[in-house]
């Protein structure tokens, strides 16, 4: 999961939840119990197993009635614990085209000694569940294989046939990564409409009430870009100015002073309009400004002073690692630094590798891509069809609380299913604190309000979708 963009605004009350298991209804307990099983199978790529998750969810699914050929696993010979799985259930329309659920098994590293709680057992405290992956996605993904598991026992009758995709590898970069397999190999297991994924959702102010639902429409690309430096070397005691680390040094600066055009897209312009009319102060104006005319300086230094609008409004590319030299008391003959690039909507990465090297302008700093190579990013569209339903029923779940359109600055497999024509939609419904409750970082957590309300409320929307087309 990527950075969720917050505008705030109005504020909702969040509604009154079960805090404890003897208050769940029955269909809560029993999606408690996949929710856990999944949370502690490790995932990690040092020493987990993807391939064992998705037999577990699997499991569920073929108890709940699916046939073996409506479960495909799937996996490399060179990854065999990192494989996935993809379930489908047939609509009863021939002219429905079908509805994909899509979400990440894989999570980020935790160490034990790093957590207050083992990051691999489902804990309930205080109103939140800990462990890794309670938020970031294995809450999404448990609520998909929840959701498919309950519309077979319940024989749905469902126009649209509504697939579940679960893959491997979102959260490590050169990591098999599911998603694109299956986009690249098994497009047609995948086809889809339009795919519901993670991206999306809410932010409250860390107090208990939430402040706006998002709904993820676009994301960047991520690319990797290698500066290099070379130079002859020899004793330190003779230093010369040619230096390999030197001359990285100089390219740095300038990467760190360059900075992209200002653009916009639909998505992005909807974002600023609709989130800075929320708004009653310099910063809300300045957003009305910026979608109005996307040239207005004084609105854009206004944005420029928030590090998540500054990132929303172009390209960004940031230093992120460093190597050089050989010795202590050796001159360097190699230096080196990775360049992570973010790339607005609709740029390529070879026109990015452009734009570094006449930012750098030093001929003897080469700058090479970093595999992989990701697709070119394409928003999809703010289909009413798509936006309306989550709108509508967020109107009644989140009463007074903004359901705004946003770009992610961040990432998602998403990019790899808009690459064969399959437009993919962050969904609202769950909802973090402003820290993002420790995703990617220590004692991730989900509040279990959150998880609870946002499973009723995505698996109403789904069945929306699923009968209308």
Not at 71 to 80: I, K, N, R, V
Not at 94 to 107: E, G, Q, S
Not at 118 to 125: A, I, K, M, N, S
Not at 377 to 400: S, T
């Amino acid at each position: 999961m990527k950075n969720w963009v917050v505008a705030a605004g109005a504020i909702g009350l969040l509604g009154a939840m079960p805090a404890a298991a003897q208050e769940l209804r029955p269909d809560q307990v029993k999606f408690r119990e996949l929710y856990k099983e999944l949370v502690e199978t490790n995932t990690t790529l040092s020493s987990g197993s993807c391939t064992l998750a998705a037999e577990r969810m699997g499991a569920h699914l073929k108890a709940a009635g699916y046939a073996d050929s409506e479960l495909t696993y799937f996996s490399a010979p060179e990854h065999p614990k990192e494989g996935g799985l993809v379930a489908v259930l047939p609509g009863t329309s021939r002219t429905a085209k079908p509805l994909l659920l899509l979400a990440h098994i894989d999570v980020v590293e935790a160490r034990r000694s790093d957590w207050q709680r083992d990051p691999f057992t489902l804990v309930e405290e205080n109103g939140y569940f800990y462990a890794r992956g309670t938020a970031d996605d294995k809450a999404m993904a448990s609520i998909w294989t929840d959701l498919m598991v309950r519309l077979k026992q319940e024989g749905a009758k469902l126009e649209r046939t509504v697939k579940l995709a679960l893959t491997c590898g979102e959260e490590t970069t050169g990591a098999f990564n599911g998603a694109q397999w299956l986009a690249q190999n098994r497009p047609g297991l995948i086809a889809a409409e339009f795919a519901l994924n993670e991206g999306g959702g809410g932010r409250t102010d860390g107090k208990g009430q939430l402040l706006v639902q998002n709904i993820q429409v676009g994301e960047k690309a991520v690319q990797n870009y290698r500066l290099e430096t070379t130079s002859p070397g020899g004793h330190s005691s003779i230093p010369v100015p040619d230096n390999a680390i030197y001359e990285l040094a100089d390219a740095l600066v300038k990467l760190r002073d360059h900075e992209f055009a200002v653009q916009l897209n639909d998505t992005t312009r909807a974002y600023f309009a609709k989130a800075g009319a929320a708004r009653g102060d310099e910063l809300g104006q300045a957003m009305v400004a910026i979608a109005a005319h996307p040239n207005d300086k004084a609105a854009e230094a206004v944005l420029n002073r928030d590090r998540t609008y500054h990132s929303l409004l172009r390209t960004t590319c940031v230093a992120t690692l460093l190597e050089g030299g050989h010795a202590n008391n050796a001159l360097p003959q190699h230096a080196e630094a990775n360049v992570n690039c973010r790339l607005f909507p609709g740029n390529t990465v070879e026109a990015t590798q452009a734009a570094l090297e006449q930012a750098i302008g030093n001929p003897k700093v080469t700058v090479t891509r970093v595999p992989p190579i990701r697709p070119l990013a394409k928003p999809p569209p703010l289909e009413p069809k798509v936006i309306g339903p989550m709108e509508k029923l967020a109107a009644r779940y989140f009463p007074g609380v903004p359901v705004i359109p946003s770009m992610t600055t961040g990432g998602t497999d998403g990019v790899f299913l808009g690459a064969i024509g399959i437009p993919v939609y962050g969904v609202p419904g769950l909802w973090l604190d402003p820290d993002s409750n420790g995703a990617h970082g220590l004692n991730e957590r989900m509040e279990v309000r959150a998880l609870y309300t946002g499973r009723d409320y995505l698996t109403e929307l789904v069945k929306t979708y699923a009968n209308t087309h």
